[in-house]
């Protein structure tokens, strides 16, 4: 994968990100009430260097009232995958989408 194209606007050198450089997609994952559950992710094409991965929740909004609690992170990041690891107080299949970018 290239690292990217070298753009000069007259006023400053900016490098672009080629479509190799970020990846996207969804992960779904059943939780278990208030347990970590990890899943790990594949990325569809290995990046050249470890890519920084950010992820957020889409699922459905708890009832009026409720105190459900989600909280998920990213661990073990390489070229070719990462984990990703869900904690939801209740129990639920849910989409993670995330992006990668080198």
């Known amino acids: ?13 900016v ?10 997609g ?3 994952v059943t939780t278990t009430a ?3 559950v990890t899943r790990s992710v594949t990325f569809p094409m290995t990046f ?5 991965v950010a992820v957020t929740g889409n ?3 708890p009832a009026t009232g409720s105190t459900t609690t989600l909280m ?3 661990t073990s990041v390489t070229t070719n995958s990462f984990t990703l690891a869900v904690f939801r107080s209740t129990a639920i299949t849910m989409n993670i989408g995330w992006i990668a970018i080198a």
């Open 1 to 13: 994968m290239k690292a990217g194209n070298i753009i000069t606007d007259g006023s400053a050198v």
């Open 15 to 24: 490098e672009s990100l080629s479509a190799g450089n970020i990846q996207s």
């Open 26 to 28: 969804l992960a779904s």
């Open 34 to 36: 208030g347990a970590w």
């Open 48 to 52: 050249f260097a470890a890519p920084v």
């Open 59 to 61: 699922t459905a909004m």
């Open 72 to 74: 998920y992170a990213v």
